[in-house]
Each structure stands twice: as C-alpha cells, then as structure tokens.
Nanobody, 121 residues
Framework: QVQLVESGGGVVQAGGSLRLSCVAS????????MGWYRQAPGKEREFVAM??????????DYDDFAKDRFTISRDNAGNATYLEMNGLKPEDTAIYYC????????????WGQGTQVAVSS
C-alpha cells in the first residue's frame, strides 16, 4: 500500500492561486500514474488532472475545466505530484484527493485523505 499525504489547501478569494502537494511513501512509483480528483459538497468525485507514467517520462491529462487554469507536475523521483491552481473560482471549492494507480511491479490504487480548498466570491 502507498501512503499519500496532501497539503496546500486553504481558503482563497476568487481569482487567487493555490499549490497542492502530494507526497507518496511506502514504495517507488514506477509504471504508476499519479494525480488529482476532487469532490464538492453533494457531488460525486471527479477527475482533475493526472500524470501518466511512460518509459520516456510523464505525460499529463486534464479535465476540460482544468486545462487553462491548472498545471500538474511530478518530481523526477516520481513520488510527488503538485497541482498549481490559478484563477480559482467558487465552483472549484472541494476536497482535493491525491490518487495513485497502475500496474507497477505490483498493482496499486490508493487515495490520500484529501485537502480542502475553499474559494470565496
């Protein structure tokens, strides 16, 4: 099992920025994707962004709402991911969860505890 610890959430005014971090421990994340989902009050968890592991390095995927405002990155060791969020809107208010999944050398699919992001209008 992979332990994931998120940080960086908080309260910000509309138009502001936050940088979320997720650090993994417990195993090396080779052949494993790592990224972010979010869950707003009363809504289902939704995809935000993901770094995809490839033999040539990482690629990134975004949901449409995140493409122009959010940037995901992953450190060279592959055990941490960051989500830079700019131009935040009240509808971005949610708990943001870090996720790792993939076949690895051993299959993994784990979640962090989440970090709260609140955007005031």
């Amino acid at each position: 099992q992979v332990q994931l610890v998120e940080s960086g959430g908080g309260v910000v005014q509309a138009g502001g920025s936050l940088r979320l971090s997720c650090v993994a421990s417990g195993r090396t994340l080779v052949n494993v994707d790592m990224g972010w989902y979010r869950q707003a009050p009363g809504k289902e968890r939704e995809f935000v962004a993901m770094t995809r592991w490839t033999w040539r390095g990482y690629t990134s995927d975004y949901d449409d709402f995140a493409k122009d405002r959010f940037t995901i990155s992953r450190d060279n060791a592959g055990n941490a991911t960051y989500l830079e969020m700019n131009g935040l809107k009240p509808e971005d208010t949610a708990i943001y969860y870090c996720n790792v999944h993939g076949p690895g050398p051993v299959p993994v699919d784990d979640w962090g505890q989440g970090t709260q992001v609140a955007v005031s209008s």
